[in-house]
């Protein structure tokens, strides 16, 4: 086989491109790196806590997206996000044959900014998370999404989620697992949440997802409920 001249220069070429595409990836996953680490260092100074292991290593973008347990985190953590995870307790008491609540909270000053609970009698798509989300725009608009969490009873089922999604709320927090509500005889849609975040990564990294925050006692509210 032979070689034209220009292929000697073009397979040299070829290498440069490839050790400068090299470099290049190098210098952008850096860059990566240092953004999600001061995307968080920026989101975590809750009250001056230390909330460094709130965020998951999987808001780097290469890696899968996951869901951290809510007992995993350091004790001050759990507790700030119970406080709020209370707070969707109460309101979904106003539904006591379906208690999923839902409360959108500042991420930084802990400011509540809207209320939610399953009203799917009116409408079976008002989920609490949707009326949560209805509600946030009805009173601050269609903007700023990405500095709140949404925290809910129960984890977003398929809809609830792919609506999270679309918003860019980049922090959910749930109690009851889907598996466990459906142990408690109400149907839902088999997509885990984070399943659903996956599938639309091409432009959605939610900086965190945690599952199971006072979890005992909403599996126990979702079994005993008024039926
Ligand atoms: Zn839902």
Same mark, same amino acid.
């Given at each position: 086989?032979?070689?034209?001249?220009?292929?000697?220069? @073009?397979?040299? &070429?070829?290498? #440069?491109?490839?050790?400068?595409?090299?470099?290049?990836?190098?210098?952008?996953?850096?860059?990566? /790196?240092?953004?999600?680490?001061?995307?968080? +260092?920026? *989101?975590?100074?809750?009250?001056?806590?230390?909330? #460094?292991?709130? !965020? %998951?290593?999987?808001? &780097?973008?290469?890696?899968?997206?996951?869901?951290?347990?809510?007992? #995993? &985190?350091?004790?001050? !953590?759990?507790?700030?996000?119970?406080?709020?995870? @209370?707070?969707?307790?109460?309101?979904?008491?106003?539904?006591?044959?379906?208690?999923?609540?839902?409360? $959108?909270?500042?991420? #930084?000053?802990?400011?509540?900014?809207?209320?939610?609970?399953?009203?799917?009698?009116?409408?079976?798509?008002?989920?609490?998370? /949707?009326?949560?989300? +209805?509600?946030?725009?009805?009173?601050?608009?269609?903007?700023?999404?990405?500095?709140?969490?949404?925290?809910?009873?129960?984890? %977003?089922?398929?809809?609830?989620? *792919?609506?999270? !999604?679309?918003?860019?709320?980049? @922090?959910?927090?749930?109690?009851?697992?889907?598996?466990?509500?459906?142990?408690?005889? $109400?149907?839902? /849609?088999?997509?885990?949440?984070?399943?659903?975040?996956?599938?639309?990564?091409?432009?959605?990294?939610?900086?965190?997802?945690?599952?199971?925050? &006072?979890?005992?006692?909403?599996?126990?509210?979702?079994?005993? @409920?008024?039926?």
């Amino acid at each position: 086989m032979s070689c034209a001249p220009g292929d000697a220069n @073009r397979a040299a &070429l070829g290498v #440069s491109w490839h050790e400068a595409a090299s470099r290049l990836n190098v210098k952008i996953h850096r860059r990566k /790196i240092m953004l999600s680490y001061s995307r968080r +260092n920026f *989101a975590l100074m809750l009250g001056g806590m230390s909330l #460094s292991h709130w !965020v %998951p290593a999987s808001t &780097l973008e290469s890696s899968p997206i996951s869901v951290q347990s809510g007992r #995993s &985190l350091p004790i001050a !953590v759990q507790r700030f996000h119970e406080r709020f995870m @209370r707070r969707a307790i109460k309101v979904s008491a106003k539904n006591p044959a379906y208690p999923f609540g839902a409360v $959108i909270v500042n991420t #930084s000053t802990g400011e509540v900014l809207a209320e939610g609970v399953n009203t799917d009698s009116k409408n079976p798509t008002w989920h609490g998370e /949707i009326d949560a989300i +209805n509600a946030y725009i009805d009173k601050h608009g269609n903007t700023g999404w990405s500095n709140v969490t949404l925290y809910s009873t129960g984890e %977003p089922c398929a809809m609830c989620m *792919a609506a999270i !999604v679309w918003t860019g709320i980049s @922090r959910v927090v749930w109690a009851s697992s889907i598996q466990a509500i459906r142990n408690a005889g $109400i149907g839902q /849609i088999d997509i885990p949440a984070v399943e659903v975040a996956e599938r639309a990564r091409e432009f959605y990294r939610p900086k965190a997802l945690i599952g199971g925050v &006072l979890a005992d006692q909403t599996d126990l509210i979702f079994r005993n @409920r008024k039926k």
